[in-house]
């Protein structure tokens, strides 16, 4: 009998202690998987259209991957900006396509409450 309340009382113990771990880990993991589909979606269009120049967008999410990776939300919310801004208004000869199909789906997975990230409108305002 005494051994096994031993038992139950090291598994409480070890489930309590991996709980915060656990926890901590997911939430780093998350807030980087987006950052990292973004990344995997401008890879994806990169070799779809090889005549543009994906690169200052990549750039752009390399400093925000390092970010949030410190923990610095006005450097994310100011870079995403920028980003999107990017986008909406095709630069470095991105075609239209690309540019909306990435747009919209940057609007999907980035956490752009989290961050308060502005976003332009279809006419290239809206801050």
């Not at 980087?32 to 994906?54: C, I, M, R």
């Not at 470095?92 to 789906?105: C, P, R, Y």
Request: charge should be neutral; aromatic fraction near 14%.
């Amino acid at each position: 009998m005494k051994g096994w309340r031993l038992w139950l009382m090291f598994w409480i113990v070890v489930g309590v202690c991996l709980i915060p771990i656990g926890t901590a880990t997911n939430g780093w993991a998350e807030t980087q998987t987006w950052v990292d589909e973004l990344s995997n979606s401008v890879s994806f269009y990169a070799v779809s259209y090889p005549g543009s120049n994906w690169q200052p967008y990549q750039d752009r999410l390399t400093i925000v991957r390092d970010a949030v990776g410190r923990g610095d939300q006005r450097l994310v919310k100011t870079e995403m900006t920028k980003w999107f801004k990017m986008l909406r208004q095709r630069e470095h000869g991105i075609s239209d396509v690309a540019a909306d199909e990435l747009f919209n789906f940057g609007l999907m997975v980035t956490p752009i409450q989290e961050y308060n990230i502005a976003v332009p409108t279809v006419g290239g305002s809206g801050f």
